[in-house]
């Protein structure tokens, strides 16, 4: 299954072959690898920069984020 992220890019960027590591309270809490896309309004894109907002599709549907957790791409 999938779970869908809204995203915004505080900084640097992030592409479609990055993994991501989710972080709660500054601590890794676990690994995340994106499925198929990244998307901005719909259209399928191969990287998303700085200050732009995204919509992430991840592998892993039992991940269960928390306000406020961040997602590092590597």
Known sequence: G???A???VSD?????NHKL???RND?????ATIAKTIRVFKKE??????NEEC?????DEN???EKGDQLVAF
């Not at 640097?12 to 479609?16: A, F, L, P, V």
């Not at 601590?27 to 690994?31: I, L, N």
């Not at 919509?55 to 592998?59: G, P």
């Open 12 to 16: 640097g960027r992030i592409n479609k």
């Open 45 to 50: 894109v191969n990287e998303v920069k700085k």
């Open 2 to 4: 999938y779970l869908v």
């Open 27 to 31: 601590v890794p809490v676990t690994e």
């Open 63 to 65: 991940i269960k984020f």
């Open 6 to 8: 809204g995203v915004h």
């Open 55 to 59: 919509t992430v599709i991840l592998k």
């Open 21 to 23: 590591f989710i972080f």
